[in-house]
């Protein structure tokens, strides 16, 4: 393999991915991509918003038992799960473009047939079919990273997570709206509209430049650079691109390597905790609305087991409010303390607001400690969708998000017979599930090998190596790795 460095020598001006979007910048084309890369995020979080408000409806009109609406939840996170890392692979290997337009254009089909399911077996079957399809959203990330210059990637990864919260809220709007009329087949139905826009639009989505560099599909990143500087009013730097061609992508055992195996295995506990405390915090603040009285947990059991309440107006509304705490809330400090404090933080802060809800505290005071401990969660989120991408180099960036993905899912498999169910015997046990499992993962935050604040993004695992030598020896034997001047 040739060196990258030896263009040193022969005086040839060069320039990598890195060098490109720094001279870019950020500008007209990112704006755009953050919208259409959002819009994947609104459908996604309005499939999962909608399942906290599904759930007592049907147990309603359904007569479900409990154990039968945790089902309806954790069936989504059982598709996620399984996919997620199905999606990463297809992303590593045929390109993040490829792989966010077929599970938006899946979840769409699937989440449309679901409003007109007629009985629980197909709702089960077709929620489970969304979920393998939304399994693949957290690969607009992935892309939408590899577009953005290192001063604004922290930032702009944040605020992509405003969209979000944009579709958790517009889903309460949307039910408070459509729920006392029109039912919820129409609210299943009306939530695919993001999802249906996003695929109208995908035809101008491009490919990441980093993906076709490291395909060995240089002049392809050149073109598609070349446009995004038009489109932002800069100039390409002076030289050739210096193309990495990876040959072996996708490959699960390189997230094991010496490099990066504790990240990897301490990255997938964070995911699994965020994911647990995250959907718990949603779940409980319908089950604990429910409850009906000041103390906010001493009716949580029902006295007849198939006895239900629909949600009221009073519910939406209160669910609005904590859903208002979804937008980002850590914007600065993830900037200047960085990707691992801050993940701490907001892992600590969450385990302090739900400590109030062991005591017998009245409806309003419930609905401020449950606000401030979902937006700290919620926080805590946005920044390991900041900090993953940024500790794994593209040939398997997009499989380690997959993969942490669907660590998430299992925590959020899981929650739903936390929060539903094993709440109903004891609130307090409950509680100290989703406090425990938080502070263990602050402290797997502060002990992550890597802090990325400031890191360019990598293009390959031997890229990082090649940066700490100064000879122009290659050291890989086991992937076909080459850094070409072209």
Known sequence: ?????????????????????????????????????????????????????????????????????????????????????????????????????????????????????????WLLVLRGLVGIGIGGAPQSVTLYSEFLPVKARGICIMLIAAFWAIGAVFEVLLALWIMPTLGWRWLLGLSTIPMAIFVSFCFWLPESPRFDVLTGKREKAVATLTRIAKENGKAMPPGKMIAYKQNERGRIKDLFTPQYCSSTLLLWFIWFANAFSYYGIVLLTTEMFQAGDDCGKAKIEPSCRLECKYLTSSDYKDLLWTTLSEFPVILVAVEYIGRKKSMALCFFMFSLFILPLYACIGRTALTIFIFLARAFISGGYQVVFVYTPEVFPTENRALAMGTCSAMA????????????????????????????????????????????????????????????????????????HSAEQQ
């Not at 040193?8 to 910048?25: C, R």
């Not at 094993?422 to 797997?444: D, I, K, Q």
Request: net charge negative.
């Open 1 to 121: 393999a040739v060196h990258r460095y030896q263009s040193a020598a022969t005086g040839l001006k060069t320039y990598t991915v890195d060098d490109a979007l720094e001279a870019i910048g950020f500008g007209k084309f990112q704006w755009k991509i953050s919208l259409l890369t959002g819009l994947s995020w609104i459908g996604d979080a309005m499939e999962m918003m909608i399942l906290s408000i599904l759930g007592p409806q049907l147990h309603c009109e359904w007569m479900l038992p409990g154990y039968q609406v945790a089902l309806i939840t954790s069936v989504v996170f059982v598709g996620m799960g399984i996919s997620s890392p199905v999606w990463g692979n297809v992303s590593d290997r045929y390109g993040r473009k490829v792989g966010l337009t077929i599970c938006m254009c899946w979840s769409l089909y699937y989440g449309l047939l679901s409003a007109f399911t007629p009985v629980y077996s």
């Open 409 to 480: 899912k299992l925590g959020a498999l899981i929650t739903p017979f936390v929060a539903q169910v094993m709440l109903r015997t004891s609130v307090n046990l409950t509680l100290t599930m989703y406090c425990g499992c938080s502070v263990l993962a602050g402290v797997a935050s502060l002990i992550l090998p890597i802090e990325t604040l400031g890191r360019g993004l990598q293009e390959s695992r031997f890229h990082q190596e090649d940066e700490g030598q100064t000879t122009t020896n290659s050291s890989s034997n086991d992937a076909t």
